[in-house]
């Protein structure tokens, strides 16, 4: 069956068939889609999940995994030991060695090594030059802080257990049982999640590969299965595994590693990103709507991805979140080897003296990577947001970015010529359309030589870039890590000559093919290749100016003729580490070296760096944004869009974004015009186009499209002041832009599953772009009984439930919730640089309590100038007739002058949405003193009162009262 | 603010209406100055209902739904339908605006609107505003020197080129349409003669046609044919042979024809199998999937072709020469017979005295025509070979009735040629057979007048066609005009549409819009792929200049 082949709109369901029938009748068959495993195809994969029945079809089960007690030292925070893995029936055992540590910030890590691969006491196969340590580094890319140890955590002993209290006023516990080991999270005494709580435990440990004998075949007889390994054991995927024409050496022999984690009394997850599907997490094993497979973790370039699947993508952020009424809890599984995890939910906890809570439903996960250690972090909430803020302590928060990176972005592949891209620029500006950044995909580099223009069509960057300048625009030009295999191309013969490539398994520089051909690959887990890099970025280097930005793709790396599309997992990075073992954080790597190159390209011009990248891991937050990948020209991928991002964002990764208008295939008209609509509340917002598509520039679609899409960019650049506190919010303690309602309303479970509407950052907007075809209006769930105000005209919405807002083509369904001020910028400009000087607008959306509140954060918008406390915090705060502007900024060295900077940037207006009927009649009102035009529209038609203040002409920056 | 070309026309106003100007509010343009005048109050242009105070002009905060009280400022911009709708400003939400931008005096070049959009937003955009009083307020530290005097000479001297480049273009013009005339006269002229010779021949053909008619009337009265010595059989045996050979010959032909194509159809599968095991799935290439699909197809039926060999033998057989070993032994029918009875009887003739004999003959050739007329007897002139006389009848009488043929057929030509749309005043008549060529970096382009365009890539490969003359159309337009004058503009234009050409990998034919603007000489200046194979080719040429040139004015030209 050539799956294929057959037209994309067919895929979906051809797929679900396939994958049937396979599971069905012949679970041996591979289901082929593309080039990816199933994981029945992936060794280890197998191996745990046969584990795992195993363990569910014997009564008796008792996992082999032991800690002995007199091995257990408690110091400073930090519980270590030794678990003792029985091998087999003789009472063989294989030495763990364990640490948990109980950190200052209430989370706790639970670290599982090998001791005989510590002490490098075993030997590889196949003349291996790889290291004998499980990879042991994925913390130097991905935890930036977070690790101090807890002074006030205590243990307390007991014979068969021992419990460690710790966490804010001492609310957490750990009770770590020895035989057989497990681990039982507590909070309030309440159990909230458990290890190896199914005793699905498994470190693989390291094994010589032993060579038996070939039974003689006698003449006639047919071929008997090998003898059975005395352990019982199915050795077929332990040693050399073929996938899809290539041979994996796996010179470590089997090496997984795999722990059950339950989360008691919990109905959701989320998480896990990347994954086409809902935000709340399917089964995988049984249950209706389950997925057959288990959620995978494997970057992957994956062509023309289907929806509503657990196969895996682009990125890979191995964070879970478990939710229930009032309490949400994570865990963060730190491995950045392939990863998959199988999902259950069961209806009745086994252990009912756990409960005494609401819901009866235990999730039960199980995880599984194929190599490194067992290393996890543990979240006890109580809110989402306290498990966000502490996952991001660890990781780090999403980078403040550069406040243009906000704002719209054209791409396409490609722009053809320099000339092509002035001529846009022109016509964007020509039509009123605002836009920050034009890109450029592969073609504009010579040959596909990155760090070089293609001398016939880009003959003149630099006048190209200055055109951009002039109205303040940028352009971002796409890196990838794939260096072209070229004589006289000077960047691969420095890669050669300072060996900075990744090598193949017999340590020569790794060549395969990807967009130039033959390429090779730079390893970024080398220090001196990042130092090279970032010299591969200098002016001098790589001809351009300031306005250049960039885009790393194919990072996880995309690899045309290699296993699933990605790198041999033999090969071998700096420090002789295997593909194997760092193949999801690789992208990190890539994107953090260029990161590092674009800090500073020229002495003293430091400024944040702009990167976009395909593929990420926990950390890759840090550095820029990511996208969803190659999405296509069709309603599904338009809602498939939100799930995807609201994900990303509770993930710790919230400047996420789809590509509007979908990559492959022509949108029609007023799919492109709901894509805009759905892509200016995208935290990245970036139209893009494959090559054969026809062009799509807004400017091209003819009326009414163009309005209805203009006034979307143009919503999204008057509430860049709102976008961009989110931002700020978003980079301080890793609060998601794109709020989903569970994280908003944690109490209220109808709307634990909603994944297509959602607030943005604390504004109290709530949006529900339409996603589907025809559609004229849509239901929002309003999930409290505040006030609600339709953003447009003022249509009051009120009490809990659905609501039903009308929703014609030109109109997105936003609405305001009651009690939020809400900062804009109202006069379109050709980019948002060219708003810097405009004066704001202050949105006053009165709550029931007849208070409202709001926050507006205000920097530069590209230097790290902030840093220095060169920036504008306000909140404002309107209750009891007074609207108050106050200041939350710490003070620092650079806080005047900025502040004196921008003296002259006013509020012109105060718009009071629900204005109280007492103001009838009013005509003015005092603003810092002064008096002030008042204008009152009474309620009407179901719109209600507003009210607006004519130029209070109170300054941005400062301290100021508006008296009503 | 779509009406800034409105303003084109500002130009010839301004030195009567600005010496009024420096009492007008910043922004105002002198035809707007009438609203501006009385110091008590201000009316919204259009909304006279709303009144407000003075003070309210230029204070950067919008308060007419028309953006009128805001002409210096950027505070009404938001008043636009390309804007989220709000309630604010009245009513009247995203009404349209009354002014068309912020009027810059640009002393020392031409007045221009900029649009309120770029009123201090920190740019100094001296392309429409060379004054620099766009960022009056100097946000962020901005300082725009006023620049009008350098920009307005420079613009001066250019348009001055344009100027004369304008005329240029307009007298090559009129001299390609004299051109044309020529041309056409001289077709109507070839025509005429034409006609007259073809008259005549007429008549000569004629003529000869009745000659040759009798020659053969007579020929066919002959009974004895000279040379045909032979029965039947053997003269058929001879048509056979030959035929024989003929259809040897061609079968030959057609098999060594077959072979050729044979090979290269094993060479192309060749092709595709490699490309098949080669191709790489995350191209992300639909068109080269469904290529490898169907060529999966193709070779999945491909085995049920029949086993040819059979064929090929016999094949091989039959196309032996003849010999009496193989074949047909012609030698053996060749051989004449002797000579039946009933010939013998038409030979009566040589018996006879001569006196007698030609009587006779004469009198036997009567009634054989006679019989043969009335079908009572089998003709058989064409059985054997004819009579010099006849054959140079015939020539004759062909050679002029050819000639005729050939007259007509150029007669027809050149009348269709006539009547073939050349465009308006048949001008592209004079550009007939010629081309012209760009050079635009990747691809070297070609355009040649009512023939083709092509693309020559310089990275290899060959030419490229994108397209057949189809037909003219008109097409509207909207361009910026270079400082050069080269740019398409604004308006409706000419269009010369080129169809079917070569077709796209994963995509359609190629075709080109080749859309013409006034131009002194025949240039291409820009090709775009608007979307997949489908060009757009910018093409200055005098063809289409207009005898009232329009004066293109400065911010027509940057808008």
Redesign the interface.
Known sequence: MRVSSTPSSQWTALFVLVSTLCTLFTPAVSVKYENFKTCDQAGFCKRNRAYADTAAATSSWKAPYALTSDSLSWKNGQLKGTILKTINTNGETVRLPITISFLESGSARVTIDEEKRQKGDIELRHNSIARKERYNEVEDWTIVGGLGLSKSAAESREAEKTTVTYGPEGKFEAVVTFAPFSVDFKRDHVTQIKFNDRGLLNMEHWRPKIEKPVPEKKEGEEETPAPEVPSGEDESTWWDESYGGSTDSKPKGPESVSLDITFSGYDHVFGIPEHAGPLSLRETRGGTGAHTDPYRLYNADVFEYIMDSPMTLYGAIPFMQAHRKDSTVGVFWMNAAETWIDIIKEKEAHNPLSLGIGSATDTKTHWFSESGLIDVFVFLGPTPKDVTKAYGELTGYTQLPQEFAIAYHQCRWNYNSDEDVKDVDRKMSKHQIPYDVIWLDIEYTDDKQYFTWDPLTFPNPIGMLEQLDKSDRKLVAIIDPHIKNKDGYQVVKELKEKDLAVHNKDGNIYEGWCWPGSSHWVDCFNPEAIKWWVGLFKYSAFKSLPNLFIWNDMNEPSVFNGPETTMPKDNLHHGNWEHRDVHNVNGLTFVNATYQAMLERKKGELRRPFVLTRSYYAGSQRMGAMWTGDNQANWDHLAAGFPMIINNGIAGFPFAGADVGGFFGNPEKDLLARWYQAGAFYPFFRGHAHIDTRRREPYLVGDPYMGIITQALRLRYALLPAWYTAFHEASVDGTPILRPHYFMYPSDEAGFAIDDQFFVGSTGLLAKPVVTEGATSVDIYIPDNELYYDYFDFTKYEGQGHKTVQAPLEKIPLLMQGGHIIPRKDRPRRSSGLMKWDPYTLVIVIGKDGTASGELYVDDGETFDYESGAYIRRAFEYKDGVLESRNLGTKGKLTDKYVKTMKNVKVERVIVVGAPKAWEGKSSVKAAGKDAALEFHAEEAGKAAWAVVRRPQVAIGEDWKIGF | ?GRIEALVLLSTLTTSVLAAGSTRPRGVGPEFAKFYKSSDSFTCISNPSITLSPSQIN???C?CPDGSDEPGT??C??I?????????TGSAPNSSVALPGFYCKNKGHLPSYI?H??V????CDYELCCDGSDEWEG??GTKCEDKCKEIGKEWRKLDEIRQKSARAALKKKDELVKEAGELRFGVEKSIANLLVEIKTQEVMAAELQKVYEEAERRERGKVVKSPGKGSKVTILAGLAKTRVEELRNALTGVVSKRDALKEKVAKLEAILSTFKEEY????????V??A??SW?NYAANKGSDADESAEDRDIESISKPDSESEGINWAEWETADEESDVEALYKIEEYLPASLRTWVHQKITDLRIMLIENGILADNANSGSESKTVTDARNSYNTVNDDLGIKKSSLADLQGDLTKDYGTDDIFRALKNTCVSKDS??YEYELCWLDKTTQKS??GGGNTGMGNFVRFDKLYVDE?VGADGKGLGQGERFVLMYENGQGCW??PNRQTTVVLACAEKDEIW?V?????CKYRMDVGSPTVCEKEVKVETANKDE?
């Open positions: 603010m204070d950067d905060y308060d950027s505070a911009t938001y636009s339908t390309l804007s989220p709708p709000q309630p604010l649009p959009m770029y201090n937003d920190g740019v946000v962020g790489n799935p995350n191209f992300n290439d639909e068109g999937k469904r490898v699909q999966e970096g990747e310089k990275k910026e994963n995509g820009k775009q792929e608007q979307e997949k808008l």
